[in-house]
């Protein structure tokens, strides 16, 4: 059974504190780096990648691209500038593609 590691992306000051947790932080200082990260990390041993919305707001292609793969599982988390609500319309998503209705 493999085991998988955990990355965070996006800029210094948000993914800083995740380091102390044990978590493998990538600081990225634009979206392209962001992108050039997250497809070398899904080709590694990557279970979970937590990436700033800030981020996925320009990435959506490339997150699309991983989707339905096992491995890397993308998670949305607020950056430094706070919530832009794009983490939680994809889990309405995913819930409503799962489930067939609107739950949430």
Known sequence: MA???????????SVLGFKAL???TFPVDSVD???????????????IVYLTETLAAHMESD??????ELTPA????????????IGM????????RAVGADIL
């Open 74 to 85: 993308i998670i949305l988390i607020p950056g430094k500038e706070g919530s832009l609500g």
């Open 89 to 96: 319309q994809n889990i309405k998503k995913a819930v409503e």
């Open 3 to 13: 085991s998988y590691q955990i990355a965070v992306i996006g800029d210094k000051d």
């Open 63 to 68: 997150i699309a691209r991983y989707k339905d």
């Open 33 to 47: 780096q962001a992108k050039t990260t997250l497809h070398a990390l899904a080709k590694e041993n990557y279970g």
């Open 22 to 24: 044990g978590l493998s």
